[in-house]
Protein backbone atom coordinates (compact mmCIF):
# COMPACT_ATOMS: atom_id res chain seq x y z
CA UNK A 1 0.00 0.00 0.00
CA UNK A 2 1.20 3.82 -0.94
CA UNK A 3 1.39 5.58 1.81
CA UNK A 4 2.60 9.50 2.57
CA UNK A 5 2.86 10.32 6.24
CA UNK A 6 3.51 13.75 7.06
CA UNK A 7 4.53 15.56 10.09
CA UNK A 8 5.76 19.04 11.11
CA UNK A 9 3.71 22.29 10.80
CA UNK A 10 2.14 24.52 13.30
CA UNK A 11 1.85 27.94 14.76
CA UNK A 12 4.87 30.74 13.95
CA UNK A 13 5.52 33.79 13.81
CA UNK A 14 5.96 35.91 10.44
CA UNK A 15 9.71 36.13 9.79
CA UNK A 16 10.40 32.74 11.23
CA UNK A 17 11.08 29.03 9.43
CA UNK A 18 9.21 25.69 10.05
CA UNK A 19 10.48 22.26 8.23
CA UNK A 20 7.73 19.65 7.19
CA UNK A 21 8.62 15.80 6.37
CA UNK A 22 6.72 13.54 4.45
CA UNK A 23 7.50 9.90 5.13
CA UNK A 24 7.00 7.55 2.37
CA UNK A 25 6.37 3.50 1.99
CA UNK A 26 4.88 0.89 -0.29
CA UNK A 27 6.43 2.48 -3.62
CA UNK A 28 10.46 2.33 -4.71
CA UNK A 29 11.16 6.00 -3.26
CA UNK A 30 14.00 6.59 -5.31
CA UNK A 31 12.29 6.19 -8.75
CA UNK A 32 9.64 9.06 -7.96
CA UNK A 33 10.35 12.79 -8.12
CA UNK A 34 7.96 14.20 -5.24
CA UNK A 35 6.11 17.13 -5.13
CA UNK A 36 4.49 19.45 -2.24
CA UNK A 37 1.05 21.20 -2.80
CA UNK A 38 -0.63 23.95 -0.55
CA UNK A 39 -4.13 25.25 0.06
CA UNK A 40 -5.08 28.52 1.97
CA UNK A 41 -7.96 28.00 4.48
CA UNK A 42 -11.25 28.26 1.57
CA UNK A 43 -9.14 28.51 -1.02
CA UNK A 44 -7.87 26.43 -4.30
CA UNK A 45 -4.57 24.19 -4.44
CA UNK A 46 -1.50 25.77 -4.91
CA UNK A 47 1.35 24.17 -6.67
CA UNK A 48 4.38 24.45 -3.85
CA UNK A 49 7.23 22.83 -5.90
CA UNK A 50 8.82 19.77 -6.85
CA UNK A 51 12.08 17.88 -6.64
CA UNK A 52 13.51 15.15 -9.07
CA UNK A 53 14.07 11.44 -7.92
CA UNK A 54 17.43 11.48 -6.99
CA UNK A 55 17.26 15.21 -5.69
CA UNK A 56 19.44 16.83 -8.10
CA UNK A 57 16.71 18.94 -9.80
CA UNK A 58 14.50 21.26 -7.93
CA UNK A 59 11.63 23.36 -8.71
CA UNK A 60 9.46 26.18 -7.39
CA UNK A 61 6.52 28.03 -7.57
CA UNK A 62 7.34 31.80 -8.16
CA UNK A 63 5.71 32.67 -4.54
CA UNK A 64 8.37 30.43 -2.65
CA UNK A 65 11.46 30.47 -4.82
CA UNK A 66 14.17 31.98 -2.45
CA UNK A 67 12.39 31.02 0.26
CA UNK A 68 11.56 27.51 0.59
CA UNK A 69 13.88 24.39 -0.01
CA UNK A 70 12.71 21.15 -1.23
CA UNK A 71 15.18 18.10 -0.21
CA UNK A 72 15.14 14.02 0.10
CA UNK A 73 16.89 11.66 1.46
CA UNK A 74 16.56 8.31 -0.55
CA UNK A 75 18.05 6.00 2.38
CA UNK A 76 15.19 7.45 4.81
CA UNK A 77 12.18 7.47 2.35
CA UNK A 78 11.76 10.95 3.09
CA UNK A 79 10.60 13.77 1.21
CA UNK A 80 11.40 17.73 2.95
CA UNK A 81 10.15 21.26 3.24
CA UNK A 82 12.03 23.93 4.57
CA UNK A 83 10.20 27.45 4.62
CA UNK A 84 12.12 30.20 5.54
CA UNK A 85 10.79 34.05 6.38
CA UNK A 86 7.57 32.93 6.48
CA UNK A 87 4.54 35.39 5.93
CA UNK A 88 0.58 35.50 6.91
CA UNK A 89 0.29 34.56 3.36
CA UNK A 90 1.98 31.18 3.87
CA UNK A 91 -0.86 29.53 5.49
CA UNK A 92 -2.25 26.80 4.15
CA UNK A 93 -2.53 22.66 4.43
CA UNK A 94 0.42 21.29 2.94
CA UNK A 95 -0.05 18.52 0.75
CA UNK A 96 3.34 15.75 -0.37
CA UNK A 97 2.00 14.18 -3.22
CA UNK A 98 3.18 11.48 -5.49
CA UNK A 99 1.82 13.07 -9.30
CA UNK A 100 2.73 10.06 -11.24
CA UNK A 101 1.62 10.07 -14.87
CA UNK A 102 -1.18 7.42 -13.98
CA UNK A 103 -2.03 7.43 -10.39
CA UNK A 104 -0.99 9.83 -7.70
CA UNK A 105 -1.05 9.51 -3.75
CA UNK A 106 -1.35 12.46 -1.39
CA UNK A 107 -0.27 12.90 2.24
CA UNK A 108 -2.90 13.24 5.06
CA UNK A 109 -2.06 17.31 4.96
CA UNK A 110 -0.47 19.03 7.87
CA UNK A 111 -1.91 22.86 8.69
CA UNK A 112 1.07 25.68 8.85
CA UNK A 113 -0.75 28.56 10.46
CA UNK A 114 1.62 31.60 10.06
CA UNK A 115 0.55 34.35 12.66
CA UNK A 116 1.54 37.16 14.99
CA UNK B 1 4.67 30.50 -15.51
CA UNK B 2 1.38 29.80 -16.71
CA UNK B 3 -2.59 30.27 -15.85
CA UNK B 4 -5.07 27.97 -16.29
CA UNK B 5 -9.06 29.13 -16.29
CA UNK B 6 -11.83 27.27 -14.80
CA UNK B 7 -15.19 28.28 -14.64
CA UNK B 8 -16.16 28.92 -10.64
CA UNK B 9 -19.23 26.74 -10.16
CA UNK B 10 -20.93 24.33 -12.55
CA UNK B 11 -24.55 22.75 -11.45
CA UNK B 12 -25.93 19.70 -12.89
CA UNK B 13 -29.33 17.78 -12.05
CA UNK B 14 -28.69 14.20 -11.17
CA UNK B 15 -28.19 11.52 -13.90
CA UNK B 16 -27.48 15.04 -16.45
CA UNK B 17 -23.98 15.75 -17.51
CA UNK B 18 -21.18 18.29 -16.42
CA UNK B 19 -18.59 19.60 -18.77
CA UNK B 20 -15.81 21.50 -17.02
CA UNK B 21 -13.43 23.46 -19.35
CA UNK B 22 -10.07 24.33 -18.65
CA UNK B 23 -8.11 26.90 -20.71
CA UNK B 24 -4.55 27.71 -21.04
CA UNK B 25 -2.51 28.90 -23.72
CA UNK B 26 -0.02 26.05 -22.83
CA UNK B 27 -2.44 23.15 -23.35
CA UNK B 28 -2.18 22.85 -26.69
CA UNK B 29 1.28 21.68 -25.72
CA UNK B 30 1.14 20.00 -22.53
CA UNK B 31 -0.98 17.44 -20.93
CA UNK B 32 -3.91 18.05 -18.55
CA UNK B 33 -4.68 15.79 -15.47
CA UNK B 34 -7.62 16.58 -13.44
CA UNK B 35 -7.86 15.80 -9.59
CA UNK B 36 -11.29 15.64 -7.61
CA UNK B 37 -11.34 17.20 -3.94
CA UNK B 38 -14.09 16.58 -1.48
CA UNK B 39 -14.02 18.49 1.63
CA UNK B 40 -11.43 17.44 4.38
CA UNK B 41 -9.93 15.33 1.89
CA UNK B 42 -6.88 15.35 -0.04
CA UNK B 43 -7.01 15.85 -3.85
CA UNK B 44 -7.39 12.46 -6.28
CA UNK B 45 -6.68 11.84 -10.11
CA UNK B 46 -9.69 11.32 -12.21
CA UNK B 47 -8.07 12.41 -15.74
CA UNK B 48 -4.57 11.87 -17.23
CA UNK B 49 -3.14 12.98 -20.50
CA UNK B 50 -6.06 14.58 -21.38
CA UNK B 51 -8.32 11.89 -21.66
CA UNK B 52 -6.68 9.08 -19.60
CA UNK B 53 -8.73 7.49 -16.79
CA UNK B 54 -6.63 5.63 -14.09
CA UNK B 55 -7.47 2.27 -12.27
CA UNK B 56 -9.91 2.70 -10.17
CA UNK B 57 -11.99 5.55 -11.74
CA UNK B 58 -15.27 5.62 -13.24
CA UNK B 59 -16.09 5.55 -16.39
CA UNK B 60 -18.76 8.19 -16.16
CA UNK B 61 -15.26 10.31 -15.90
CA UNK B 62 -13.96 11.18 -19.32
CA UNK B 63 -11.50 14.06 -20.57
CA UNK B 64 -11.23 15.32 -24.00
CA UNK B 65 -9.06 18.02 -25.51
CA UNK B 66 -9.26 20.59 -28.31
CA UNK B 67 -6.34 23.12 -28.80
CA UNK B 68 -6.03 25.55 -26.09
CA UNK B 69 -8.41 24.14 -23.91
CA UNK B 70 -9.38 20.52 -22.11
CA UNK B 71 -13.02 19.06 -20.75
CA UNK B 72 -13.64 16.89 -18.33
CA UNK B 73 -16.83 15.54 -18.83
CA UNK B 74 -19.00 13.84 -16.00
CA UNK B 75 -21.99 11.57 -17.54
CA UNK B 76 -24.63 10.37 -15.55
CA UNK B 77 -23.61 12.90 -12.04
CA UNK B 78 -24.05 11.54 -9.10
CA UNK B 79 -24.17 13.04 -5.63
CA UNK B 80 -21.16 11.71 -4.89
CA UNK B 81 -19.61 13.44 -7.44
CA UNK B 82 -20.07 16.99 -5.82
CA UNK B 83 -16.85 18.06 -5.34
CA UNK B 84 -14.19 21.08 -6.51
CA UNK B 85 -12.25 19.68 -9.44
CA UNK B 86 -9.21 20.95 -10.45
CA UNK B 87 -7.15 21.07 -13.78
CA UNK B 88 -3.22 20.69 -13.43
CA UNK B 89 -0.75 21.08 -15.72
CA UNK B 90 3.01 21.54 -16.45
CA UNK B 91 5.24 23.76 -18.80
CA UNK B 92 8.25 22.75 -20.25
CA UNK B 93 10.73 23.70 -17.62
CA UNK B 94 8.77 21.51 -15.38
CA UNK B 95 6.63 24.31 -13.19
CA UNK B 96 3.23 22.93 -12.34
CA UNK B 97 0.37 24.85 -12.28
CA UNK B 98 -3.25 24.45 -10.83
CA UNK B 99 -6.16 25.86 -12.15
CA UNK B 100 -8.35 27.94 -9.99
CA UNK B 101 -10.70 24.48 -9.14
CA UNK B 102 -14.29 24.38 -10.30
CA UNK B 103 -17.33 23.43 -8.04
CA UNK B 104 -19.77 20.98 -8.59
CA UNK B 105 -22.97 21.07 -7.44
CA UNK B 106 -25.21 18.44 -7.57
CA UNK B 107 -29.14 20.26 -7.52
Request: proline share 4%; charged share 15%.
Amino acid sequence: QVLLVQSGGGVVQPGTSLRLSCRASGFIFSDYGLHWVRQAPGKGLEWVGAISYDGSNAKYAASVRGRFTISRDNSKNTLSLQMNNLTTADTALYFCAKMSESEDCWGQGTLVTVSS
Amino acid sequence: SFDLTQPPSVSVSPGQTARITCSGDALSDQYVYWYQQKPGQAPMLVIYKDTERPSGISERFSGSSSGATVTLTISGVQADDEADYYCQSADISGTHVFGSGTKVTVL
